[in-house]
């Protein structure tokens, strides 16, 4: 092109001139056949730059014409029938689609009267506090669209429930969208500290900014308020677990309070985490201990002290005696004594006390899978019936793959809640794209056969098995500061899918995944199968190239890198040896009869699942058995041959992973795709790092070359140890 411009500029005569515009004409034609549909197949969405900060809440302008008109029969007025401030938002968040989706300004009105063509709100007196009154109902009913409910966080609901349809162009004819969410309370649990940074956080720092509060309050809280609502998560525990007893002093309850000022228009509850040795520390007592009478009054009036600014206050979310925290035990009493003596303190109120689970002695003889078990189950029956229990999803630390937590179905009398995690502490943070519903569902599908076949923890969870009516599901959130929110564009994904699934455990992960999708990055069909693709087979690919066939690597030394040689630590649950026990016979922990017997605490049937290892499905063989290296698994190879065969597949899948990214490209902002590609880039490199971590060192007691078809390392054990010390230097 630049030569035939300066052919042109040269050209003499003007038939020169005509012939070669001409033909610069058709080269131009010829271009435009060439990358012309590619531009044209580029989806609505990409229209402008993408930064991911919109979320799954773009409501990018519907682009099918019969299914925009059909819309606008119904974007002539809201009618909020009410002046309720969540009823507010609904209206807010419905004229801000409309206005995005349709180009239409929609006036609200708080009286409708008998109008038609509109989207009217219809409040149904309800019961308080049931859960099914956060369900909702959206269809149409003389002429207009009508969102009921028996509670005003259900409208909002129902109103994101339609705006998701529309963002999907789906039709309005026929349109009945019901739901009731399954579990009560749905919240976020932030590991957020006072210094503005997240403890297992990779997203940059803390939403909070606790030095600008109460005054400034940053406009990304209702944001972020928005977002949970249009999930359905109804509470948010805003600060670390492992607390701050900073945030029972009334300068920082005012700051809280702003932020709850913000959730309470959305429905969200906001509670906090407490350091249970708050009396002594903060309040200036000589004990802590939950028996005494003064630390009992203390509490009492610090909750009511917190009500005076914070009206509809969620509760409490305590981790007590678990990794150094302090707690009931530090004075002789039981988990139950100290849960009991805040619930005590919260009679007056609607709030609760979350008390967690996650708790395991330094006793080296024992084995941690044990210890949530033997400390909780005695307990049963002896919690305040305002006290729900918070056990993690598996009986160690949320590993890429964990069998579910015997806790479940063996505390029938004790609500107990579940916790997940969705920031990626053991999943790659955020340079490795893992998909995390397919891990949520896994547990929640698990079948504990405590009352008979079907006994799901599901079914404990959301109380139908044990018939509770505070049910809770909670996700350590992954939210930061980033301007995308959760850093890996792809972990929004993991953020929607657990609130998503906290509303309803039944959704597949493939519909969550696809929704998501359509919703967040390409409606180009093509292009979004091969992205669900990817995410649905990212999991597994996780696993098979970090922890194979039930291995597990809890907290280590490092945290970002492959330490499976990690033997020291302040105590021996804290290395690596003590979870994977490879020696010169085999790998994998015995958790059999023979072994710590940690089995035992699960049902015959689950037992009989587990407790053979020729029968033992492969993802669970090393939870539960010391298998030798010789030994012929169902897959026809030996173990060593079976887990090098995972690694190296693993660790090569993840550029299948990418391939399936670029599959997508024309079709993705290119500021997102860029960003997932890079970090595609990252994962493949760290992926290579973690296989060859774990065939050099385990190597060294299999005493086995590296099967056939599978490269070596490049790299020496030595090598890659001095890859790994980095991390330890100052
Ligand atoms: O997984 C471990 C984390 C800790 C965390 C702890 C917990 C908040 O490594 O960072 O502390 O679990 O769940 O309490």
Request: one cysteine or more; charged letters at 20%.
């Amino acid at each position: 092109m630049i030569r035939l411009n300066r052919y042109l500029r040269n050209a003499t005569n003007q038939y020169d001139k005509i012939s070669i515009m001409n033909i610069r004409f058709l080269l131009l034609i010829f271009i435009y056949i060439l990358i012309g549909p590619a531009s044209f197949a580029t989806d609505p969405l990409t229209s402008e730059g993408d930064d991911g900060y919109r979320l799954w809440l773009k409501y990018e302008p519907v682009t099918e014409l019969s299914v925009k008109a059909e819309y606008i029969k119904y974007a002539t007025f809201i009618g909020q029938s009410g002046k309720g401030e969540i009823l507010q938002s609904a209206s807010s968040e419905l004229q801000t689609g409309f206005q995005k989706l349709l180009g239409k300004n929609v006036p609200v009105t708080e009286s409708p009267g008998k109008r038609s063509g509109g989207i009217v709100f219809k409040l149904i007196p309800g019961t308080a506090n049931d859960r099914q009154d956060e369900g909702y109902q959206v269809q149409l009913s003389g002429g207009n669209i009508v969102v009921s409910s028996k509670s005003e966080n259900g409208i909002l609901y129902g109103a994101f429930a339609l705006l998701r349809h529309m963002q999907m162009q789906l039709p309005v004819k026929n349109l009945n969208l019901a739901s009731n969410p399954k579990v009560r309370y749905r919240m976020l649990n932030h590991w957020d500290n006072t210094d503005g940074t997240i403890e297992r956080g990779y997203a940059g720092s803390s939403l909070w900014k606790w030095y600008e509060l109460p005054e400034r309050v940053d406009p990304r809280y209702q944001d972020y308020a928005r977002a949970n609502a249009s999930l359905g998560i109804n509470g948010t525990v805003l600060n670390n677990v492992n607390a701050s007893a900073r945030f029972m002093s009334q300068e920082y309850i005012v700051k809280v309070a702003a932020v709850a000022n913000v959730m309470r228009k959305y429905g969200i509850k906001t509670y906090l985490s407490v350091y249970f040795a708050a009396p002594k520390t903060l309040g200036g007592l000589t004990t802590s201990d939950p028996l005494d009478p003064q630390v009992r009054a203390w509490w009492k009036e610090k909750v009511t002290q917190i009500y005076k600014e914070i009206p509809d206050f969620g509760g409490f979310l305590v981790k007590a005696n678990s990794e150094g925290e302090p707690g009931p035990q530090d004075y002789g009493r039981t988990h139950a004594d100290g849960a009991n003596m805040l619930a005590e303190a919260f009679k007056p109120y609607d709030g609760i006390v979350i008390w967690r689970a996650f708790v395991y002695k330094a006793d080296p003889k024992e084995d941690r899978f044990k210890a949530a078990y033997e400390e909780f189950v005695p307990l049963d029956g002896k919690f305040d019936p305002k006290v729900i229990v918070q056990v993690k999803n598996g009986p160690i630390d949320f590993q890429p793959r964990e069998p579910f937590s015997p806790l479940f179905g063996n505390m029938p009398k004790t609500p107990l809640g579940i916790e997940f995690q969705i920031t990626q502490e053991y999943l790659g943070f955020a340079s490795h794209a893992v998909y995390e519903a397919p891990i949520f569902k896994e547990c929640l599908e698990s079948d504990t056969y405590v009352n008979g076949k079907g006994s799901t923890v599901a079914n404990v969870v959301d109380g139908s098995l044990h018939s509770y009516s505070r049910t809770l599901m909670a996700g350590v959130a992954n939210t930061g500061s980033d301007r995308n929110w959760t850093g890996h564009p792809l972990a929004q994904a993991n953020w929607y899918a657990f609130g998503r699934l906290s509303w309803d455990h039944q959704l597949s992960s493939e519909q969550i995944a696809r929704e998501w999708t359509e919703l967040t990055l390409t409606r180009n069909q093509k292009a979004r199968e091969s992205i669900v693709g990817l995410m649905l087979r990212s999991r597994e690919i996780y696993v098979d190239y970090n922890t194979p066939l039930g291995l597990s690597r809890p907290w280590m030394g490092v945290h970002f890198a492959p330490e499976p040689w990690q033997n020291k630590g302040a105590r021996p649950d804290w290395t690596a040896v003590y979870y994977h026990r490879a020696d010169s016979v085999g790998l994998g922990f015995n958790r059999t009869e023979s072994g710590s017997n940690a089995l035992v605490q699960y049902r015959p049937q689950v037992q009989q699942q587990w407790n053979n290892p020729d029968k033992t499905p492969l993802p669970y063989l090393l939870w539960f058995h010391h298998v030798g290296w010789d030994k012929k698994l169902s897959t026809g190879r030996i173990l060593w041959e079976e887990l090098c065969t995972r690694l190296y597949t693993g660790a090569d899948s993840v550029s299948w992973m990418q391939q399936q990214w670029d599959l997508a490209k024309s079709s993705l902002d290119p500021q997102i795709y860029t960003d997932v590609a890079q970090r595609l880039k990252i994962q493949h490199r760290e992926a290579i790092w973690w296989r060859n971590a774990w065939v050099l060192y385990l190597q060294t007691f299999a005493k086995q070359p590296v099967p056939k078809g599978f490269e070596p390392p490049k790299q020496t054990l030595e090598e890659v140890k001095k890859s790994v010390n980095i991390y330890l230097m100052r």
